[in-house]
């Protein structure tokens, strides 16, 4: 027997009985996305590799050790996309829709990055990416923060997130603070473990969200950035806390958070968990005033986020327990007999075109009424429609409560339509 192939380490399938879930929740973020007015985006997962090392930062994690790269038969350098805010950016400048213009866009997909796999972090991620280009004000920033609020209430879980806050300045600002923080770090090289060595000449803030608790306890003294801030970024960070206080946003302002990416500038934000155990990012983003503009485009402000929808999903289920999706099957129809069998395809098109919203499955294998019923069962339908010699005579319908809620009814087919439409919602 020839040897089984499987999925590639970190890259999972998702089953029937998982993507129920995965729409409802993919559904929720469409319905919030539209409500502020934003429009879908899709870029391809392959992009040119220069795009992700100009935008995201040679020297960063996700360049130096995590993307997928290879060339094509052309020799030319081809990855699948670690992230989606400079594939957004490069087809913003490609298609005309950035330059003096405002657009609020928003894209969901696969991502991929080379990493050890674990619960929630996978090497084929999902993410749903929210870019805004053209606005420049701390009023853009605001809503997009707000925007994620209203989606943590939609999905349920408002009450186990927080928000963490903070202000990375503009370039020219960070290169001060960047030299005073190596400065003061070159005295505690005897506590930075070999990553933060590395990052010590490479990218040093990165430092700041180090999870190592001897280099925290360092850094809880050493110089702080907002001392470093430029004043367009203070007026900036005041003005959008302003708005979050008013909005009754509630956030902590954490100096360490830097994120990960060299492209952030002015706003950096994250909502965090600990429901999951170890505290976690379930959606993190900034400004990027000047990504366009390093990509080739003309100078335009950027602001936008990420989430990863596996960890989302992990967070759903841990805190709504209780959670009803819509049900994969409204009504199974079992039938007998070759005339009943005709009846009951005309029957399933019809239900179909009368109540489009519902799902109607139709028994297409061999098995007696027993055997039906356990399909009818197992499909989680609500009713089933039975179709015998009977009912073909007299042109009627048996409706049986797969639930047990309403007695059995022999109806005429239209009232029968009638009393699914009346108790589907029941």
């Known amino acids: 027997m020839a040897k089984t192939i499987q999925a590639i380490r970190g890259m999972n399938d998702c089953l029937p009985q998982d993507t129920p879930l995965w729409q409802w929740l993919e559904a929720t973020v469409r319905r919030v996305l539209a409500s502020y007015g934003y429009q879908e985006i899709r870029m391809p997962i392959v992009e040119s590799t220069p795009l992700f090392k100009r935008a995201i930062g040679e020297v960063t994690d996700v360049v130096e050790k995590e993307m997928f790269t290879f060339d094509d038969r052309d020799d030319e350098s081809l990855t699948l996309r670690p992230e989606g805010t400079a594939g957004c950016v490069r087809a913003g400048i490609e298609h005309g829709l950035l330059y003096n213009q405002e657009q609020r866009l928003w894209y969901m997909g696969p991502m991929f990055r080379y990493e050890r796999p674990q619960k929630g972090r996978y090497r084929q991620f999902h993410q749903i990416g929210v870019e805004v280009f053209g606005i420049a004000q701390a009023e853009i920033d605001a809503e997009l923060i707000l925007l994620t609020a209203r989606l943590w209430k939609a999905l349920g879980i408002a009450e186990h997130v927080s928000l963490q806050l903070n202000s990375i300045g503009s370039l020219e600002a960070r290169n001060h603070y960047r030299q005073a923080l190596v400065d003061f770090l070159q005295n505690h090289l005897d506590i930075l473990d070999e990553d933060s060595k590395r990052r010590l000449t490479t990218n040093p803030l990165r430092i700041l969200d180090s999870k190592n608790e001897k280099i925290q306890a360092v850094l809880n003294h050493a110089p702080k950035l907002h001392d470093y801030l430029d004043e367009d970024s203070k007026q900036h960070f005041a003005r959008l806390c302003q708005i979050l206080d008013q909005m009754g946003i509630r956030y902590e302002i954490n100096q360490k958070l830097v994120r990960g990416l060299d492209y952030y500038n002015k706003t950096v934000f994250e909502w965090v968990t600990t429901a999951l155990g170890a505290q976690g ?102 009713f089933a429609i039975v179709i015998g010699e009977e009912e073909v005579q007299n042109q009627q319908l048996v409706i049986k409560d797969l639930q047990g809620h309403h007695q059995q009814q022999q109806l005429p087919i239209e009232q029968a339509f009638a009393f699914l439409a009346s108790h589907w919602n029941k």
């Open 281 to 382: 990012t379930v959606c993190g983003g900034g400004r990027y005033d000047g990504l366009v503009e390093q990509l080739g485009g003309h100078a335009t402000s950027g602001v936008g986020f990420a989430m990863g929808v596996e960890r989302l999903i992990l967070l759903v289920q841990e805190v709504n327990q209780d959670l009803l999706l819509p049900q994969a099957v409204d009504v199974y129809i079992v039938h007998s007999g070759e005339a009943a069998t005709l009846l009951a395809f005309d029957v399933a098109e019809q239900l179909r075109s009368t109540y489009p919203q519902k799902n109607v499955m139709l028994h297409c294998s061999a098995g007696n009424f027993k055997k039906q019923f356990k399909r009818a069962d197992k499909s989680g339908a609500r």
